[in-house]
Structures are given as C-alpha cells and as structure tokens.
C-alpha cells in the first residue's frame, strides 16, 4: 500500500504541472471503487480551476472553487500524468484532463477512492478523526509521551494508528522503530519521554530519507510521471527476515503483529 512518502512524492509531482489549470473533461469508467464515484463528479469540476493540491494523512485533496476532491490510493494505486490520447489500459479507472494532460488513476484492486466534499474538508469523515502529521512541529517527543501515559498497545500498532499518528504504516513503522532501537511489542505506555523523543525523532528522519529517496516501489506503486522509488533498496529490517542485522551482524526476525509482518532486531532493539 502506498504510505505517506508514497502519497506526498505523488503530490509533490502533480502540483507544478496542475495548480491553477482547469479541468476540461471527466471521464469515470468504473464508478465503484472502494465507494461508488460521485455520479456528477464531470458536472462538479468540469470547467473549474484548480487552485492547490494537498495531503492529509494518505489522502489527496484537490482543491476547486465548488469543493474539494478527495483521493486515496488504496492498496495498489497510482495517479499519473499523460498526454490526453493516451489510450486507457484494463485498470485505469478515472480520467481528469487538463486540456492536454491527463490525470489518471490506476487501481487494480479497486481499493481506492474518489470522492467530493463540498463544505470543510477537514469536516469530512474520512478525515475528522485523523491523528497529528508525523513531520508537524506538533509531532513531538512530549506529545507523544503524554499520548502514551496508560497505554498498553505495544508502541509499533500505537504510532501506526491513523487516529494517533497518521502516515505511519508498516514498513515506516518497523524502520523507525529499529533506528529507534525499539522493540516494536514494547507497551507505548512503557516508553520514557527520552525513548519517545528519540522514536519521534526516528520517524521523521525516516520519512525524509524516504522523501529523499522516491518513496518505496513494491508492486504497483509509481510516481506521477511513471518512475520508480527506491528506498526499498536502504531497508534495515522491513522484508529482511533471516538475514544480517546491518549494524550488530545478528539475524532480522519477524513477527506477527496487528494482522501484518513486523521486521526487528532482537540484539538492537529493546
């Protein structure tokens, strides 16, 4: 699944070459994704102008003067820029054009979403419960030890918790934590406000690494203009069960936690 570097690398591609144009035509081909598609989706942007593109947490929020178009990428998405008589293939479900450029949403699992919110978007119910953005200034060491007092989720499912933390999915939470040199079963509520500032402070670095790097490309995911990331080739633990911890030599374990595959270093993190 795309995570936040994914869906911010994407945003940062789209911005230059769509703020400020207007939307001349919509083409919907499947109008189900993981919510049916506003059926008057042409009649609410066609002809509008596009004022900015932002991300809440892993959604995209188009914004136009009626509204704000909401987009998530789901669990194999990707929106990409191409020239308007580019022929659409099996998976490319929403058009937007640009004149001559094209949005396109590519979903093969159709775990996405399309939606549109005419009043505040940060009012809308995918949105209104989400937690703070890990690289905010409001993401700190004591925000997080305070949010962790009494709590005895283990720290990995805690920061990668929506409603605490957004952004943090598995293989950014398993990064950080071993940079962190945190076991990720650890209670959260077990954590210092030395160990939380020191977790706070791994999450972001991990992020920006993988800003820095194209995010990460496994399976679908692509950058707007059809590039690959390449963080995936800097992983200390994420997919590296059985093989040598790169900083103590020990073997990379893997757990179960929270339905998903959890990567650490039982010698580095405690």
């Not at 005419?118 to 989400?130: E, F, R, V």
Request: glycine share 10%; with cysteine; net charge positive.
């Amino acid at each position: 699944m795309p995570e936040l570097p994914e869906v911010e690398i994407t945003r940062r591609g789209l911005a230059p070459t769509l703020t400020g144009k207007t939307a001349t035509h919509v083409v919907v081909r499947h109008a189900v994704l993981r919510y049916p598609i506003p059926a008057n989706l042409a009649e609410l942007i066609q002809g509008r102008k596009l004022r900015d593109i932002h991300r809440r947490g892993k959604y995209l929020l188009f914004s136009f003067s009626t509204g704000t178009l909401l987009v998530h990428l789901g669990m194999s998405g990707s929106l990409r820029l191409l020239p308007s008589d580019e022929p659409a293939q099996k998976h490319d479900h929403v058009d937007i054009v640009f004149g001559k450029t094209v949005m396109r949403l590519r979903d093969p699992r159709r775990f996405g979403a399309v939606l549109w919110e005419s009043g505040d978007i940060n009012q809308h119910k995918l949105l209104a419960t989400l937690g703070v953005e890990p690289l905010s200034t409001a993401f700190s060491g004591d925000w997080l030890y305070a949010a962790t007092r009494g709590k005895t989720t283990p720290i990995k499912l805690f920061v990668m918790d929506g409603h605490v933390v957004v952004g943090v999915g598995n293989i950014y939470a398993s990064e950080s934590l071993f940079r962190a040199r945190i076991d990720p079963r650890t209670p959260a509520g077990r954590l210092s406000r030395v160990r939380c500032t020191r977790l706070v402070l791994a999450i972001k670095e991990t992020l920006e690494a993988a800003l820095a790097a194209g995010g990460s490309t496994l399976r679908d995911f692509m950058h707007s203009d059809g590039s690959s990331g390449w963080f995936q080739q800097h992983y200390s633990v994420y997919g590296r069960e059985g093989e040598a911890c790169r900083v103590c030599g020990g073997k990379i374990h893997a757990l179960r936690m929270g339905q998903r595959s959890s990567f650490f270093c039982p010698s580095c993190q405690r």
